[in-house]
């Protein structure tokens, strides 16, 4: 079985699918995605699909549960690089895919993730403020 | 009237990486067949989706994929045949969203939208049969 390595680039964990991977092994990389998200504290996941020839609604599953996964550790899980066949097959397979976030590429991806890690940073500053009105006096 | 163009073969769907296979044949016959990729991508994901089918509910199987050519064009077309359970209720199978696993439910509805013809034939306790094909244009 193949296993999807997956990188840790700063505070981003970063995934490239680039074989066809057996449904075993989709499985095994939403378990591991899910193990280095807790075990790093990461606050963001990128996966990398523009390699992927397909997807079905198998490994779409994978994405979105991968999605709820990672907001539960406060973090944000981004789709790069579909491509186009791609994405007109999945309107047609009936797939929305969600609340999965996606972007053209990784590079678009990153800017994403780091939007909303600066909206984070604003939530967490309100927060934890007693009198939110003095935070930004 | 349609005729055998040539290309035909039979794969064993026993396991998930049969499943790879599957889709890796099924790729290179829609190419030889001069299939557009949003086309082959459509066929595949949805013989992707159909072979999963037959691994999991129909308890494993064969598929049987060939290259068919009418007067006009080249097509592909390709079988999943097994000896498992049946579909007792055809109309609940095809409904999106419908599973009686943990799917998504959009397996058989979703690819009968990704092809030209599709043709499904099942009887309780003696398995299913389902045939699709695309034509290139
Ligand atoms: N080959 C088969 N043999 C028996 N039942 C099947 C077969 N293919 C599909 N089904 C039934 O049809 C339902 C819908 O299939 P599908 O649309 O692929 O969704 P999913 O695979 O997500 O359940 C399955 O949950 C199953 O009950
Ligand atoms: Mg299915």
């Given at each position: ?43 963001g ?23 709820s ?43 994403v ?14 927060d ?10 | ?29 829609a ?36 290259i ?55 009887e ?14």
């Amino acid at each position: 079985m193949e296993r999807v390595p997956i990188l840790k680039i700063g505070d981003v964990l970063l995934v490239s699918i680039q074989v066809d991977l057996e449904d075993q092994s989709v499985v095994a990389l939403q378990e591991d995605l899910a193990e280095r998200i807790s075990s790093t504290g990461a606050h963001g996941v990128v996966i990398d699909i523009s390699a992927v020839e397909i997807v079905d609604s198998f490994i779409g599953r994978m994405f979105a549960t991968i999605a709820s996964i990672s907001r539960l550790f406060d973090a944000d899980t981004v789709v790069v690089g579909m491509r186009p066949a791609v994405a007109i097959t999945l309107v047609e397979l009936g797939l929305t895919l969600g609340e999965v976030r996606t972007a053209l590429d990784l590079e678009k991806g990153l800017a994403v993730l780091r939007r909303l890690g600066a909206d984070r940073e604003v939530r967490i500053e309100v927060d934890e403020d007693d009198e939110p009105v003095q935070a930004f006096s | 009237m349609t005729s055998p163009a040539g290309e035909r073969k039979e794969l064993p769907i026993r396991r998930d990486d049969d499943v790879v296979r599957v889709r890796q044949l099924v790729r290179s016959y829609a190419q030889q067949a001069k299939l557009s990729l949003v086309d082959q991508t459509k066929l595949v994901t949805a013989t992707s989706e159909l072979a999963r089918n037959t691994l999991t509910y129909g308890g494993g199987g064969v598929a049987d994929v060939e290259i068919v050519a009418d007067t006009r064009r080249r097509g592909v077309r390709a079988s999943f045949i097994d000896e498992g359970p049946g579909i007792a209720d055809v109309e609940l199978a095809f409904t999106d969203g419908w599973t009686s696993g943990k799917g998504l439910g959009l397996g058989l509805s979703g690819a009968r939208r990704l092809v030209d013809e599709f043709n499904l034939t099942t009887e309780v306790g003696r398995g299913t049969t389902v045939t699709v094909t695309k034509w290139g244009r």
